[in-house]
């Protein structure tokens, strides 16, 4: 590049680092009144914005090819990144930075988002294989597949992640632990507890319903089921990723079913590693391509992911017709032996094989080495056999082996990946593995080296597109896949002239070239190449407003919400209040009042100070408050509490109910810093007919030990379980640490049970100097002199906010009014306005008033938002400062151009 040309640039970056698109999630700011409306407005980022105030950024980018993920050109620019948000992007040449990375001659895109991840739960902490393709976010539970407990899931982030995570709740998953592995129809009742089970996977933070129909047992549901289930999303206005149920000689049919039920359920379609398989469908992929057309155009937004690989990996059961597998491995184990079947599966299997692969020479089986043409010729004594027969012989013999499918044409693939509402997606993940498919090490660069800069099949700026901004947009992310103020600061920065893929299938673990550095959450993860081994990954969770959403690239639109924020839901407590310190209690004795529960424990009250104390037991027990009864709605624990001889510390439980063997409860434990597995952690558990599963969990900021006293408070309110605890002395944390929608809540006793401490294990000794509680939505009493619980009511925002497109550029104001905490925030800087019709985000950095630094924030305006009876919301989110959601009780909103 010339000097001039660089030069030309670099000044249009600076031009238009003024309206990068920003994705947003609602963020109204605190605030003391509305701004006059002659004020000037903000435009763009402008060249300050560190959150330390001044022109010090954490991390400087200098110099690259800015490719901002919204498939706009490339521009030269800095990027700059304060407290793990992109601050600003333009000329920053008079600022400093603690740590500056050299990126000319390079490009600087967001990191790469998979929402198609079969990642690795052990691989995730490092992440290797992920960070240098430059991926940064992967969504796991593709297929239908994964656990229903969605919260625990997302736990696993208190344990280190090299990149985010977000999950998806499966279909799959749902119907198999709801009505199992048989061929039948779901009955009403089981239908309304998978469609709780859907309810409480997005509203623990799920990114969609993904289903992979293909797959038995989600391949015995029919249609009008599915449609009736994944309609439980309908409010959420999510999206159906489904591995449709044929990919070869049905795939028109396969490809139109999931779009009947994305409209019949509400919720947005998307083919999930879209392919037509087999020589007898090549071409297949102009009607399955135009059903996406067709329902784009109607009103349905109707998306897909592709892979850059014309192989597939799946295990040898993919030959095997689904009639054949049904009843699991014994039931085709006897068709198999079966003299008067065998002949009809051999033909079969053969014609199935043939839809997916040209033939048995284009199957490699990778345990044996060997084409399953390789097998067939050579492996037993009486070979040859049939294609058939070897497939049968290698599936009682080897199991489900896994195999590489060479099944489709570049013809197909190109109209597939071109199409505009197709996102790039590894069918991978994370992984550790050197037997798996290659487009785990390799899918992002190898679109980048093979098919951008090799084939010139698509543009840098559309293929960063469809890795970035468009995945983002699909599963309803508002705060990354773009460059732009305010945004999370994932980044990637590669040599667009040298990044390439290494990985082959016969030697897969070979990892990508040309991707240098990777920023995650605005901590280094890779640097020349290198993994720094920063944890720096997130657990994101999806919250109502975040949509799925067709991407906004360029437009008009302006957006305006003036008015007055209250929280949307206000109740009026009705229940009771009960505490106890066992001053009344005899010292030496069980306390008066309570019951033993499960089995019997070593209870006494002691003194100095007085106290309960469980001695240590065999097993699990409990003490139910016989005051308190059986509660069978809300109600709210709180207690001091010490502990030691275990490395949980406590628990503290409702719902309390069952025998010895079959103990049900939800409960709050910790675990102490020396625990294994999950140490220092809060935790949220269950015990359900005896089995136990955690549900949440939270690593503490603060140490948890034996002998040192603690704060704990638990609640239950509808099915929603919460927790905190904190060191005795210490300010009560404003928020909750561990929270979890329960689907299940009501199948504990009927979801009612009586409250009290209880504990799991022998050799543990826990010691409770107060003990209180509240029902029908009181507050349990703090100990006498403490101060009292912390409000978690607020009553109004002022929020005025204004913005428009012009010229590509954001220009506007947002203002926030708190009148609870007597603060103003107003904006500084805006990113890119983000439309969709009566929905709006957008965001950017601001200053709360009596501060010198800036902070990132985040706005969702939602006219229509039917999880709130269809009234207007809005959420504010400033970074490290204040979240509020709220209905707009008074005033106007507008959005225009969508």
């Known amino acids: 590049m010339s000097d001039d040309t660089n030069e030309r640039r670099f000044q249009l970056g600076r031009r238009r680092f003024l309206s990068l698109p920003v994705a947003g999630v609602a963020t109204a700011t605190l605030g003391s009144q509305a701004q006059a409306s002659g004020e000037a407005e903000q435009r763009g980022s402008g060249q300050g914005g560190s959150g330390r105030g001044g022109s010090g950024f954490d991390i400087i980018v200098r110099s690259g090819t800015v490719i901002d993920g919204s498939g706009t050109e490339g521009f030269v620019a800095d990027v700059g990144i304060t407290g793990g948000y992109i601050a600003a992007v333009g000329d920053l040449s008079g600022a400093s930075a603690d740590h500056e990375i050299d990126a000319t001659g390079r490009v600087v895109c967001p990191g790469f988002i998979d929402v198609h991840s079969h990642g690795s739960l052990a691989a995730l902490p490092v992440a290797e294989s992920s960070l240098t393709q430059g991926v940064t976010t992967e969504i796991l539970h593709p297929d239908g597949g994964g656990i229903v407990r969605i919260a625990e899931r997302l736990s696993i982030g208190e344990q280190g992640l090299g990149i985010n995570i977000g999950v998806y709740i499966g279909f799959n998953a749902v119907w198999s632990n709801v009505v199992g592995n048989e061929d039948r129809r779901a009955t009403e009742d089981e239908i309304e507890m998978m469609r709780q089970r859907v309810r409480s996977g997005l509203e623990n933070g799920a990114w969609g319903v993904s289903a992979g129909l293909y797959y038995t047992p989600a391949y015995f549901a029919q249609t009008d089921q599915v449609i009736e289930i994944s309609e439980a999303a309908r409010h959420w206005r999510t999206n159906f990723p489904n591995h449709i149920r044929s990919e070869n000689d049905e795939v028109i049919d396969a490809t139109e079913e999931t779009v009947v039920i994305g409209e019949g359920a509400g919720i947005a379609p998307v083919i999930t590693h879209m392919k037509v398989m087999g020589p007898g469908n090549w071409g297949k992929s102009e009607q399955t391509v135009g059903l996406l057309e067709e329902a784009n155009a109607r009103g349905t937004y109707a998306a ?435 929270e979890v929608s329960a689907y299940d809540i009501d199948q504990l006793n009927g979801g009612r049970g009586a409250v009290g401490p209880s504990h799991c294990c022998s050799g543990a000794v826990t010691e409770w100097s107060f003990i209180s509680a509240g029902t029908g939505g009181e507050r349990a009493p703090r100990m006498p002199g403490d101060p009292p619980p912390v409000p978690e009511e607020w009553s109004a925002v002022q929020v005025s906010f204004n913005a428009r497109e012009r010229a590509g550029e954001t220009v506007g104001q947002l203002l926030v009014n708190d009148h609870d905490q007597d603060v103003t925030f107003r904006s500084a800087s805006l990113g890119k306005l983000q439309t969709a019709p009566g929905w709006a985000s957008v965001t950017g950095r601001g200053v709360v008033s009596g501060e010198d630094r800036e902070r990132a924030f985040l706005l969702i305006l939602d006219e229509q938002n039917p999880l709130a009876d269809g009234r207007t919301t809005v959420t504010v989110d400033i970074d490290g400062f204040e979240r509020r959601t709220g209905v707009l009780d008074s005033g106007t909103s507008r959005v225009e151009g969508a």
Not at 477 to 486: K, N, Q, S, W
Not at 626 to 635: K, P
Not at 687 to 698: A, E, N
Request: with cysteine.
């Open 304 to 738: 897909a992911d592709v892979y850059p690989y014309l192989r597939s990996q799946t295990g040898i059961n993919a030959t095997i017709p689904q009639w054949i597998r049904d009843g699991g491995e014994a039931a085709m184990f006897e068709r198999f032996d079966d003299p008067g079947l065998r002949p009809r599966i051999e033909q079969e299997i053969e014609d199935l094989l043939h839809s997916r692969v040209p033939g048995p020479e284009d199957v490699w089986i990778r345990s044996l080495g060997q084409t399953l043409a390789q097998v067939a010729a050579d492996r037993w004594d009486d070979s040859p056999v049939s294609a058939g027969e070897a497939v049968m012989r290698v599936r009682q013999e080897e199991g489900n082996e896994s195999c590489i499918w060479t099944f489709g044409n570049d013809e197909d693939f190109a109209r597939i990946l071109l199409n505009p509402t197709t996102a790039i997606a590894s069918d991978g993940g994370t992984t550790t593995s050197a037997t798996t498919h290659s487009r785990a090490y390799g899918t992002f660069p190898r679109v980048l080296g093979y098919y951008v800069r090799e084939q010139g099949l698509l543009s840098l700026e559309e293929a960063i597109f469809k890795m970035t901004y468009l995945p983002a947009t699909m599963i309803g992310m508002v705060d990354r896949g773009l460059l732009a103020p305010g945004m999370a600061a994932d980044v990637t920065v590669f040599d667009p002239d040298t990044v390439i893929d290494r990985s082959t299938f016969e030697q897969p673990r070979q990892f990508s070239e040309g991707i240098e550095h990777v920023i995650v959450n605005g901590t280094v993860a890779l640097t020349a190449g290198t993994q720094t081994n920063a944890r720096a990954g997130r657990a994101l969770r999806r919250s109502a407003s975040m949509i799925t959403r067709p991407a906004t690239r360029s437009g008009a639109g302006r957006v305006a919400v003036n008015g007055r924020l209250v929280p949307a839901d206000q109740h009026q407590p009705d229940g009771e209040v009960f505490s106890t310190d066992f001053i009344g209690d005899t010292i030496g004795e069980a306390p008066s009042g309570w019951t033993e529960q499960w089995r019997t424990g070593d209870w006494t009250v002691v003194d100095g100070p007085r106290r309960l104390r469980m001695g240590s037991a065999l097993s699990r027990r409990a003490l139910t408050w016989d005051v308190v009864g059986d509660v069978d709605g809300d109600v709210e624990l709180y207690g001091r509490v010490r502990g030691n001889g275990h490395e949980t510390l406590f628990h503290l439980g409702a719902l309390v109910s069952g025998d010895a063997g079959d103990e049900n409860t939800y409960f709050l434990r910790a675990r102490l810093e020396s625990a294994s597995g999950t140490p220092n952690q809060l935790q949220i558990g269950r015990y359900q007919g005896g089995d136990y599963f955690t549900q949440d969990s939270k690593a503490m900021v603060f140490p948890v030990q034996e002998d040192t006293w603690y704060r704990v408070l638990f609640r239950r309110e509808g099915h929603w379980l919460r927790g905190k605890m904190w060191p005795d002395g210490d300010t009560e944390p404003a928020g909750w640490q561990v």
